[in-house]
């Protein structure tokens, strides 16, 4: 899919207005980061890249797909992988400029890759560095947004036309725990409304879980249904690779890695479904025999 430039520019305008008084995600700041002041995400306009390279591991239809790292975040999961960008964006996010990082975008796609996709921490919070980004890369450019999907309608709306794959997480199968574990309120409905809109926004889907422990029936049998009634033509990543990070050692079943046993019930929940599309670990899932 291109980028339609038309559209792009319409939506780079609208993201200066919105940066004015920032409400490009759920988290609605009201800060003016034009101005330099700083919300939730800990960023102004300016993107904080902390890393990028060319990954071959993510959804087999996606790679080789170029990963950039943005600094920031809507959320706060205790379980996050890289907390430190998470909290800290100017402790440990590089200043890019919008033409320098168009740059890296040619030089990973001449190295074989077939798209860009933007990561963080969640891409939504620097959605105006992005969008200066991709003005400056050609119209051919293939965008996979990764996102938490802890955005708004109007975001996701003005995104129609950019974004070439969504690549959206459905952490949570209820309420208390995206409360206790990402400090959300409301997860459900708020990330279930965006799933269902960006499944109608004619840009494939691929839906993220990642497998906690202890959170089978609460969490992963609740989600799978979910996504089953509601999206089943959407592509499902049940992910296996939990690790604790900050949690290990704190005791309960999400300061250790997954059991096996748990991890072979989720996956027969995952085999029971009637979703088209059942992916583990990036791989089309074979149900034993």
Sequence with gaps: MSVDRVRLAETLAWAEARYRSCDVCALACGIDRLAGERGFCGLGAE????KEYLHLGEERSL???????????SMRCAFCSDIGPVKAPEAH????????????????????????????GTPDTSLLFILRTLWRCPEDTHV??????????EAVEQLRGIVGTWLADHKFGNDRCATRLSGTTGYGARVEARLLQVASSGAP???????????LDCCTRPVLGWLERQIPEASVNVMTGY??????????KMGGGLEREERAAALEA????????????????????
């Design 243 to 252: 690790h604790p990070y900050r949690l290990a050692g704190r005791g309960g």
């Design 93 to 120: 996010g590089a200043v890019v400029s919008p033409e320098a990082l168009a740059a890296r975008i040619a030089q990973r796609r001449r190295e074989g890759a077939r798209n860009v996709n933007f990561v963080g």
């Design 63 to 73: 790679v080789p797909s170029h990963t950039v790292y943005l600094a920031g975040c």
């Design 205 to 215: 889907l691929i839906v993220r879980h990642l497998l906690m422990p202890g959170h």
């Design 270 to 289: 995952l085999a029971g479904t009637a979703l088209r599309s059942r992916l583990v670990d990036g791989v089309e899932y074979q149900p034993p025999a």
């Design 47 to 50: 993107g904080r890249v902390y």
């Design 144 to 153: 996979v947004w990764n996102t938490n999907l802890w955005t708004t309608a």
